[in-house]
């Protein structure tokens, strides 16, 4: 795994130039809209990841994507399902895809210590390759549901 320094001046792990350009991406997306939450969000992953705290990392990952569907769907706090359905009402995201992000929403609801407290096993059943993962894909969304927000006239446009 190798290191880049990002524009906040953190140290952050990556697996790839593709990986870290989808984050550096992500972050830049971010710093041209009003949510500072997602950014966050997306900054504790990478460093809960570079740390060692992998489910922490996940669970950061997909609050980023909660956070800016609840938003784009103009409800702060409606949580990821709901927002992604009010998104695919309003023609910002398809069917198929808005599926795909609810089941892996599902997988970390669904992997104990990972969105939910443990209760008898010590750690959660996930690694730095589901981590990293996590953090490139909910990077790669975070853009993605952006960039389709500003289509729809969600978002203003960027100059």
Known sequence: ?????????????IFSEAEAAT?????DD??????????THLVSSAQN???GDYAGSIRESIHAIESVASI??????SGLGA?????????VIHGALKEGFRALYWWTSD?????????????ANVDVTDAAFMLGASAAFVSYLINKGRNAGLLPATS
């Open 72 to 77: 784009l769907a103009g409800k702060s706090k």
């Open 23 to 27: 984050v550096t991406q992500a972050l």
């Open 83 to 91: 927002a992604l359905n009010i998104l695919e009402a309003k023609g």
């Open 111 to 123: 992997e104990k210590g990972v969105r939910h407290s443990l209760l008898e096993d010590g750690d």
């Open 30 to 39: 971010l710093a041209s809209t009003p949510y500072a939450g997602a950014n």
């Open 49 to 51: 990841l570079f740390a």
């Open 1 to 13: 795994m190798g290191y880049r320094v990002a524009a906040d001046k953190q140290l952050y792990p």
